[in-house]
């Protein structure tokens, strides 16, 4: 059987294993074995796995699955490294723009060096319920604002919205904000499927600012600090709680690459 190769990306601090599977080398269904790939100490540890796969819509297909081991839905800091990853492989130039096909439908990116430039789908609503607002990035997001950001229990606080009844089975990922002026938050993110917080998360920090410009005004493009650097998103209102040409522009790193030949042969338990 052939070599089962990875690459290690981080988009701010938020981390993936991304396997090329064009020849469909690896088991998509084998939940199990992507959350073994994901843990922090028996496997190469990150808080998602992705696949590149073929596509007759795009340059390529995007599959994301959170560090549980479950396909889920989209993620920002994810497809931003992917087309990084994709770029590694020859199948995208610097400063070309490229399409590919995700969960909820085809995104447009560009690659300018270290920077990855990613058109989100449209924002169609933004729903204010228990003090916070909640609105759809590709993910299910869950905006809430708070003063002391650094003194939040993101963890504690962020796992008792998650699994309230508010979310239904389906739950969402849980976003605290401080917003420091115009054009300018600072966020934490509890994410689902990952259960935890991450140092960063694309879609809430889309979620994030376009419910800041909702509730304040302000410019259409604003800056986000993230707990593993900066992101940059820019937008166009389209009505109220509406958003189109929403970009999400960042960093998105190469950390390592190897084999997971081995890890396929042997699990230790977790
Ligand atoms: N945990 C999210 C998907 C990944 C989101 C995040 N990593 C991003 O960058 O958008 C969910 O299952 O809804």
């Given amino acids: 059987m052939s070599s089962i190769r990875f690459s290690?990306?981080?988009?701010?601090?938020?981390?993936?294993?991304?396997?090329?599977?064009r020849?469909?080398?690896?088991?998509?269904?084998?939940?199990?074995?992507?959350?073994?790939?994901?843990?922090?100490?028996?496997?190469?540890?990150?808080?998602g796995f992705m696949l590149l796969e073929s596509s007759d819509k795009g340059?390529?297909?995007?599959?994301?699955?959170?560090s549980d081991g479950r396909e889920s839905t989209m993620c920002g800091n994810g497809g931003r490294c992917l087309v990084a990853f994709a770029r590694q492989l020859g199948l995208v130039k610097d400063g070309e723009l490229v399409e590919f096909e995700?969960?909820?439908?085809?995104?447009?990116?560009?690659?300018?060096?270290?920077?990855?430039?990613?058109?989100?789908?449209?924002?169609?609503?933004?729903?204010?319920?228990?003090g916070g607002f909640y609105l759809d990035t590709g993910s299910p997001h869950f905006v809430r604002y708070v003063d002391d950001l650094q003194g939040t229990d993101v963890y504690k606080e962020g796992s008792k919205l998650r699994y309230s009844n508010m979310f239904g089975d389906g739950g969402a990922n849980i976003n605290f904000v401080r917003y420091n002026k115009a054009g300018h938050i600072s966020l934490r993110t509890y994410e689902r499927g990952v259960e935890?917080?991450?140092?960063?998360?694309?879609?809430?920090?889309?979620?994030?600012?376009?419910?800041?410009?909702?509730?304040?005004?302000?410019?259409?493009?604003?800056?986000?600090?993230?707990k593993g650097g900066k992101l940059k998103v820019s937008f166009t209102p389209a009505g109220r709680g509406l958003f189109t040409d929403i970009r999400l522009d960042g960093p998105a790193k190469f950390v390592f690459e190897g084999t997971l030949d081995n890890f396929l042969k042997q699990q230790d338990g977790i």
């Fill in 8 to 21: 290690k990306y981080h988009g701010t601090g938020n981390d993936f294993v991304i396997v090329d599977n």
């Fill in 23 to 47: 020849n469909r080398v690896f088991d998509s269904d084998n939940n199990d074995f992507v959350m073994h790939i994901c843990h922090r100490r028996f496997g190469v540890g990150a808080d």
């Fill in 59 to 66: 340059a390529f297909a995007m599959r994301y699955y959170n």
């Fill in 102 to 130: 995700a969960i909820d439908g085809l995104h447009h990116a560009v690659c300018m060096g270290d920077i990855i430039s990613l058109k989100m789908v449209d924002v169609k609503g933004i729903e204010e319920l228990d």
């Fill in 196 to 226: 935890d917080e991450t140092w960063s998360c694309g879609t809430g920090t889309v979620a994030s600012v376009l419910t800041s410009y909702y509730r304040f005004g302000g410019p259409l493009i604003w800056d986000a600090d993230v």
